[in-house]
C-alpha cells in the first residue's frame, strides 16, 4: 500500500579493478589468489621514501572505458589524498581523483527484462576517477587476531559514479549487468563479482511524489547482482517503514548480511569521517592528448592519445543489439537473450552466414528456446557445444522445408548432443522421423478420425474452434506424431466443411 506513497531513489558507486599486469602506481604483480603478502612493492607497503610512477596501462585503461560510456574524458585530471585511517591501508591515505575526477558525464542504456516486461533504460554516468585498492584485513575469529594481506592494495581502480537515476533494485542491478558486459567486452575489467574485481556501494533514500530527494544511505561493497536488487529492496522497504513510523533516516553506511537479506549499520557509523582531502604533492597533473593538441608535444612516447583510444573502441553490447534488430529484423527481446550471453551472437551469425535462405526469427527462436535449454540441460556452453553451426543450420533447414516437425526437432538436436558426428538428416532417416506430407495418407487418417468422434463434430458444429484443434490433434497421434500438423489441419477444416 505504502509504495504508491513514496518514490525510491538510488545512485551507485562502481569499483572496478583494472585489468592490467601490475599495479596503477607500482610494479607489483596485480593477480588475484596469490600467496598472501607476495605481491607487495615497498611503494605498496607505504615505506617512506618510496614514490608513485603512474601506469599508463591503467590510464589507457580509464580511458577506453570513459569512453564506452560515452563521458567527457578531461584533457587535464588530478591526484588527491584521502586520508583515513585502516589497517589495510598503510600509507594512511588513498591516492584518488576528487578535484578533477579522469572523466565525467556520459549515459549507459540498459535492458530491464522479466516475463512481462521489457523496456530500455537510460542512466547517467556522473563520473569515473582513477584510485588504489586497499588491502584486505583477514580475521582469525578463533585466535582472536587480524591480519593483513597487501597484495590488493594500489592494484587500480575506476571508481564509476552514476547519477541518482535508479527507481529501485530491478533497475540497478540490470545496470550493473549491463556494465559488467560493457566492461567484459571493453576488456578493461573481468569484473568477477565474487573474486570481488567488480564491487558496488548502493546509495538508497525515499521521498514522497514532488518533494525534495530524501536523506541517503549507503549500502557498501554488494559482491553479486542479487545483494544489488535484494540490499536495496530491503533498504527502500526499511526506510518507508522507519518513515511511515515517525522516524528519520540517518546518513549512514550500512553493509548487507547475505545470511539474513537485510541490511545492518557498519561498526564506524558514529564517526563522521574528514578524510582532509590535500592535492597528491608526487603526482603531476595527468594530461592527455587528441589528434591535434598532440602535435604540439616534441617527445610521443608517454603520450596518450584520446582519439587513438577511440579507434581502438570494439562495439558494444547496445551497438550490437541494435545492429542485430535492423540487419535481422528481430525483435528487441530475442536480441537482447542473444548478446546476454557470451558466444551466442556468434553462434547464430556463423549459422545465418553458412545458411543465408534460412529465415533469421526461426535461428533465434531455434537458438533462445532449444539450444539454450538443451545446453543448460547437458552442461554444456556455446563455447564447447557439440553441435557445429552447420548441422544446427541443416537441422533447422528440415524444419523450414517441413521434413520433420517442430516438436521432432527437439528430438533431433537431443540426438545431436549424443551423436555430434551423425548429420540431422541422418538421425531423421535412421530414427524415422521424417514427417508424413501426402495428402491421400494424411486424409485417411483424417476421415478416420471423423468417423471415430461424431460428438466433436457437433460441438465443433456449434462455432467453437476449439474442437478443430482437438481433431487435428487426435489425427496427429493417429499418424504416430509424424503427421504434418499444418497439413493435417488444412484437410480436416476442408473435410468438415464438405462434410
Ligand atoms: N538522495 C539521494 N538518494 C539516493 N542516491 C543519492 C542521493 N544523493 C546522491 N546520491 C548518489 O550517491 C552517490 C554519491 O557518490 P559520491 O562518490 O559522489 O559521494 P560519497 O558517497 O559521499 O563519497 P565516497 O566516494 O566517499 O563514498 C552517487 O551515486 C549519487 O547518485
Ligand atoms: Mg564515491
Ligand atoms: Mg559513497
Known amino acids: 500500500m505504502w509504495s504508491k506513497q513514496w518514490k525510491s531513489v538510488v545512485g551507485l558507486e562502481i569499483h572496478a579493478q583494472i585489468n592490467t599486469e601490475s599495479k596503477l602506481f607500482s610494479g607489483a604483480e596485480n593477480k588475484f589468489g596469490g600467496p598472501t603478502n607476495t605481491q607487495v612493492s615497498l611503494f605498496d607497503a607505504a615505506?617512506?621514501?618510496?614514490?608513485?610512477?603512474?601506469?599508463?596501462?591503467?590510464?589507457?585503461?580509464?580511458?577506453?572505458?570513459?569512453?564506452?560510456?560515452?563521458?567527457?574524458?578531461?584533457?587535464?585530471?588530478?591526484?588527491?589524498?584521502?586520508?583515513?585511517?585502516y589497517a589495510d591501508l598503510p600509507a594512511g591515505y588513498q591516492i584518488t581523483q576528487q578535484r578533477q575526477p579522469l572523466a565525467v558525464k556520459g549515459y549507459v542504456d540498459y535492458c530491464i527484462s522479466d516475463k512481462n516486461n521489457f523496456q530500455t533504460k537510460t542512466a547517467n554516468i556522473t563520473q569515473i576517477q582513477l584510485e588504489q585498492d586497499s588491502g584486505k584485513s583477514l580475521h582469525d575469529e578463533k585466535d582472536k587476531i587480524s591480519l593483513i594481506d597487501l597484495n590488493r592494495?594500489?592494484?587500480?581502480?575506476m571508481e564509476i559514479v552514476t547519477e541518482p537515476d535508479f527507481s529501485d533494485g530491478t533497475d540497478a542491478s540490470a545496470f550493473v549487468k549491463e556494465l559488467q558486459k560493457i566492461l567484459q567486452t571493453i576488456q578493461t575489467c573481468d569484473c568477477k563479482m565474487e573474486e570481488g574485481s567488480l564491487r558496488v556501494d548502493a546509495n538508497i533514500s525515499v521521498h514522497k511524489p514532488g518533494e525534495r530527494l530524501g536523506v541517503r544511505t549507503e549500502v557498501k561493497n554488494l559482491n553479486s547482482i542479487k545483494s544489488v536488487s535484494k540490499a536495496i529492496s530491503f533498504e527502500v522497504k526499511r526506510q518507508i517503514e522507519l518513515l511511515e513510523n515517525g522516524g528519520v533516516v540517518e546518513n549512514e553506511t550500512r553493509s548487507f548480511d547475505t545470511e539474513i537479506d537485510e541490511t545492518v549499520p557498519m561498526r564506524d557509523k558514529e564517526v563522521k569521517t574528514d578524510y582532509r582531502f590535500m592535492p597528491e604533492p608526487n603526482l603531476p597533473p595527468l594530461h592527455l592528448f587528441d589528434n591535434e593538441s598532440v602535435k604540439t608535444v616534441?617527445?610521443?612516447?608517454?603520450?596518450?592519445?584520446?582519439?587513438?583510444?577511440?579507434?581502438?573502441?570494439?562495439?558494444?553490447?547496445?551497438?550490437?543489439?541494435?545492429?542485430?534488430?535492423?540487419?535481422?529484423?528481430?525483435?528487441?527481446?530475442?536480441?537482447?537473450?542473444?548478446?546476454?550471453?557470451?558466444?551466442?551472437?556468434?553462434?547464430f551469425e556463423e549459422v545465418m552466414r553458412l545458411s543465408p535462405t534460412t529465415n533469421a526469427k526461426l535461428v533465434s527462436n531455434f537458438i533462445i528456446n532449444q539450444l539454450l535449454g538443451v545446453l543448460n540441460d547437458k552442461k554444456f556452453?556455446?563455447?564447447?557445444?557439440?553441435?557445429?553451426?552447420?548441422?544446427?543450420?541443416?537441422?533447422?533447414d528440415l524444419v523450414q522445408t517441413e521434413e520433420i516437425s517442430y516438436s521432432t526437432s527437439y528430438k533431433v538436436l537431443d540426438e545431436m548432443f549424443e551423436h555430434p558426428n551423425i548429420t540431422p538428416e541422418d538421425i531423421v532417416e535412421q530414427k524415422d522421423w521424417r514427417q508424413i506430407s501426402d495428402t491421400q495418407v494424411l486424409t485417411n487418417i483424417c476421415e478416420k478420425v471423423l468417423e471415430e468422434h461424431p460428438k466433436i463434430i457437433a460441438k465443433y458444429r456449434k462455432g467453437k474452434l476449439k474442437y478443430l484443434h482437438t481433431l487435428v490433434n487426435k489425427a496427429v497421434i493417429d499418424s504416430n506424431n509424424k503427421g504434418n500438423p499444418r497439413i493435417l489441419k488444412q484437410i480436416m477444416e476442408d473435410l468438415l466443411d464438405n462434410k
Open 153 to 157: 592494495c594500489g592494484t587500480g581502480l
Open 298 to 347: 616534441a617527445s610521443k612516447i608517454s603520450v596518450i592519445n584520446i582519439d587513438d583510444i577511440q579507434q581502438k573502441l570494439p562495439p558494444l553490447p547496445e551497438d550490437t543489439r541494435k545492429r542485430l534488430e535492423q540487419q535481422y529484423c528481430l525483435k528487441r527481446r530475442d536480441v537482447a537473450v542473444l548478446v546476454d550471453n557470451s558466444g551466442l551472437v556468434d553462434y
Open 47 to 85: 615505506f617512506p621514501g618510496t614514490l608513485p610512477v603512474l601506469n599508463k596501462g591503467c590510464v589507457e585503461a580509464g580511458v577506453l572505458t570513459a569512453l564506452a560510456l560515452r563521458c567527457t574524458v578531461n584533457k587535464v585530471s588530478k591526484f588527491d589524498r584521502k586520508h583515513y585511517f
Open 381 to 396: 556452453t556455446i563455447h564447447n557445444c557439440p553441435v557445429t553451426t552447420d548441422d544446427f543450420g541443416r537441422l533447422i
